[in-house]
């Protein structure tokens, strides 16, 4: 944040006859022109695009990932990974799209050090809900009174979502039938998918990033075999898909994902099984024929390889929960 001084009239009169003013006056008003042009860019990095898929229903593209949202006479339902800072404007495109003042919105889990909290949406009225394992990592769904807010969600100036669920959560407006479902883990122990039903969509979270190879995060119950039985059952070409982040999509999309996950799991387990180490593995790139399409974001060639390595030489988890098609 940027603060600046004002120079009173008082304060110019005195001046304007000592040594040195004109050069200093100068030096102020170049900064407070800097320093302008420096807030209109930085207004123009944090505008929210959004795609329209349908009268009522938009995607949004947030600093932190894609939000899909219902909207309509009932208010409006939001599912994703909003930044705090897309919230202020996201809210006001609402507001002119709906006179309800009903507002829902579902966090989906990310790496816990990089959390947004409830967004700011808590504050503004919402209905904030997240799933129960990935608001207990940052002190929420509690058994008696809450832990303070961890010093990251206090300096963004957010809070944690109120509401958790476990396995399902239903909800009908607009019209429209969405069910929120608990998954098998697979980027972490509280994934789940959203079904869109009247509008054919589903969103996957971190399950399916859209422009980078997955992040499995092993010490928050990630495994990839969770990321392939969750991803699975939604390959349809008629489908539409929202990634974490990126393009609106198709079934198509997953589907050739998924055929990457599942021939570089069997590539490392065929070198596991042969008894060669982690080194030789890495040093193998078996990512070399895939690295063109998904290599190039947030989760490198090698430290894909290695999240499989690591999910493959874990012990088999048998109390994961089974991947649900709701």
């Not at 958790?164 to 069910?179: Q, T, Y």
Request: net charge neutral.
């Amino acid at each position: 944040m940027t603060t600046q001084r004002s120079t009173s009239a008082i304060e110019v009169a005195g001046a304007a006859g000592t040594p040195g003013f004109i050069r200093r006056f100068a030096i102020v008003a170049l900064s407070v022109v800097i320093i302008s042009a420096g807030a209109r860019v930085a207004q123009k990095q944090e505008a929210t695009e959004f795609t329209q898929l349908a009268p009522h229903l938009l995607v949004f593209a947030t600093r932190t990932g894609n939000v899909v949202a219902s909207i309509g006479r009932e208010g409006a339902f939001l599912v994703g990974t909003p930044s705090a800072d897309s919230t202020p404007q996201i809210s006001r495109i609402l507001a002119g799209r709906t006179t309800s003042p009903f507002r829902y919105v579902v966090i989906f889990p990310q790496n816990t050090s990089h959390s947004e909290g409830d967004a700011g949406w808590g504050k503004m009225g919402a209905f904030v809900a997240m799933h129960e394992n990935a608001l207990g990592r940052i002190g929420g769904h509690a058994m008696g009174p809450p832990s303070p807010l961890p010093p990251r969600l206090r300096n963004l100036g957010v809070d944690r979502p109120r509401i958790s669920f476990s396995e399902v959560l239903c909800v009908d407006i607009n019209g429209e039938a969405i069910h929120v479902v608990h998954q098998s883990p697979g980027f972490s122990d509280a994934d789940a998918l959203v079904h869109f039903h009247v509008a054919n969509l589903v969103y996957l979270g971190e399950v399916f990033p859209g422009d980078s190879y997955p992040l499995v995060d092993i010490a928050e119950g990630g495994r990839i075999d969770g990321l392939i039985k969750t991803l699975r059952p939604w390959t349809d070409k008629t489908l539409k898909v929202v990634p974490a982040r990126g393009k609106v999509t198709n079934g198509e999309s997953v589907e050739a994902f998924l055929t990457m996950l599942t021939t570089i799991r069997a590539r490392v387990r065929k070198m596991i099984d042969s008894g060669q180490s982690k080194e030789q593995v890495l040093a193998a790139h078996l990512t070399t024929d895939f690295d063109g399409r998904w290599g190039q974001g947030i989760v490198s060639p090698d430290a894909f390889v290695q999240e499989v390595y690591d999910s493959e030489t874990l012990p088999t988890d048998k109390s994961a929960a089974p991947a649900a098609k709701q």
